[in-house]
């Protein structure tokens, strides 16, 4: 009775395991055979203001956006808009045109910068509108023309050298006084934070530094080397004074807004020893035209 029960047992398991290994091989086809996975991945590129509610436009009107498709089936796509800090799922419509795919995909709606994507793929450019759902808002509408990328993170890709590093969203502001052939004067002069080129040298991801890397430098040169380190891993920035030096870059690619985990041993190790040199930190400023 034993010997039988044994034999049972060891039936059963096999007969588990190749259902199983069918399951999975079905899974693997169909997958392999889905005809909209040369559509999946990361669309990147510029998400330009087109319309706004108000006649000033700075550079916060254009950002690096990065839509993700990752799934179309039954005439449905889902996918993510990556932008400014937001990380939010996208649901619609899409249909087949001529030589391409046309999609309409709408962001949840309980955030106040939510919106609608409308966009067609054809070839390797995904090209459209974006249109937001709160009318008040002062950006109304935003254009995008995107490429495909592949994210991969590499902890040797550097900003480049001829970058400008100049922070223009943190002007200091003082009051002039000049007097010229009796005449007195007054006005306001505007200045801002800049950073030297040693933040193209410095590697956060691959040097472990000493105390005596950083003592020497400016404020804004540890944030730039600190949040390199999270640009190398597709962090998307909430804060414009930093997109303004990584969105230019042809390597970044916003990817999440929590790469925490994702962080290794000495980058960990670095930005703690960056952040406590950055509270101490000064600035210099110059003049800057735009």
Known sequence: MKKILVLFLLITSVLSCKKNSEVNSKANTIVQNDPYKEYYGNWVGDFVADEISDSIIDYSDSNKINLVIKKI???????????????????????????????????????????????????????????????????????????????????????????????????????????????????????????????????????AFKESDLKNLKKLELEIIRNTIYARHGYTFKKRSFRQFFNPVAWYIPISNDVTAELTSLEKENIKLLNRFEKYAEDNYDTFGR
């Open 73 to 207: 089936e039954n005439g449905k796509a889902y996918g993510q808009s990556i932008v400014s800090g937001n990380n939010r799922p996208m649901i619609g419509e899409v249909k087949k045109i001529n030589n391409g795919l046309e999609f309409v995909l709408k962001e949840p709606g309980d955030d106040k910068y939510d919106g609608v994507f409308e966009f067609s793929i054809v070839g390797d450019k995904l090209m459209g509108m974006w249109y937001a759902n709160d009318k008040n808002a002062k950006v109304i509408s935003r254009k995008y023309e995107l490429t495909k990328q592949e994210f991969k993170y590499n902890p040797n890709v550097m900003l480049p050298e001829e970058g400008d590093y100049v922070d223009y969203y943190n002007v200091k502001k003082d009051s002039v006084t000049e007097e010229y052939e009796g005449e007195t004067e007054t006005y306001v002069n505007e200045s801002y934070r800049f950073a030297s080129d040693v933040i193209t040298k410095m590697n956060g991801s691959t040097t």
